[in-house]
């Protein structure tokens, strides 16, 4: 298998690389089936084994979006670097800037991601990519969530709901985000009410993952407008399936819904709480810690 490296130099010395010269169905097409199928460990290694052959910034683009996938931040980065010095087509411009938005949102950089989507959002209003407009708009809503601005938020959630009207996308991220607002602003009956949104959304295209996280969400909100019995229901019932999915990373969101539970029945589960700061240093997870430092000071109700 060929390093990142030795792949970026084969590509840069490539004829005609800046043009698409793929057929159809396109390794990029081909790449992403493949992810979803096989998981992203084939789809970096079929990515890895094609890059080169196809000629298309969008092949190379596709191995990018792949490592983001895998966690491999870095990789992606220099993937998407390399991509825009190259100069290519603005779509390609866009969608890499877009990229880049949401890895510097997992590096914990809000700023430098807004930057990153508005660029993209730039491109895409001048191709008008309404779609596209739309995810990177949520991008946008995101990164102004973790950095605690709602206002600014909920604003980019009103223009990408407005075009979410046209282009018939899956709403469930946007209640999602809908939710995560409302509930920074203390607003926790609505932020139930769009979790119930999101979920069911979720459910609509079959998505288990966000599905789980979803009722997470409900729980925790359930226990916050004063439902402890059916908060606690949802959280034992969301363990099970975290447990069976194999769902790492959640189960340490669904710990907060326990944390919460505990400490409002008099119990100091200090090995739990163990648990979650391990990973969050771990991971560098700074939303997953504000939502442990709330469990901890939010009164009970």
Known sequence: MRSLCSILILISTSIGFAQEQESKPSIYDQGMEIIKKDGVDAGIQFFEEHAVQTGS??????????????????????ICAFILKKKPRPVMEAHCNYLLGHIAIVSNDYKQAKVNFVLALTEYKKLERKGD?????????????LAKEYHSAD???DQAESLNEEVGKNLGHFYHLKARSAFGQGMFQRALDFSQDALNEYEIIGDHEHQTNAMIDIGFFQMLTGNMKDGLETTYEIAEIISEKKYKKLSYYNAINLIFAYKCSGIDNQELKDQVSLWINSQEDFF??????FALNQNCP
């Open 133 to 145: 407009q739309s995810k990177t708009l949520l991008g946008l809503a995101a990164a102004d969530i």
């Open 155 to 157: 604003y980019y959630l």
């Open 288 to 293: 997953l810690k504000s939502l442990l430092d």
């Open 57 to 78: 910034y969008r092949s190379l683009f596709g191995m990018a979006w792949a490592y983001w996938v895998d966690g491999k931040l870095s990789e992606a980065n220099k």
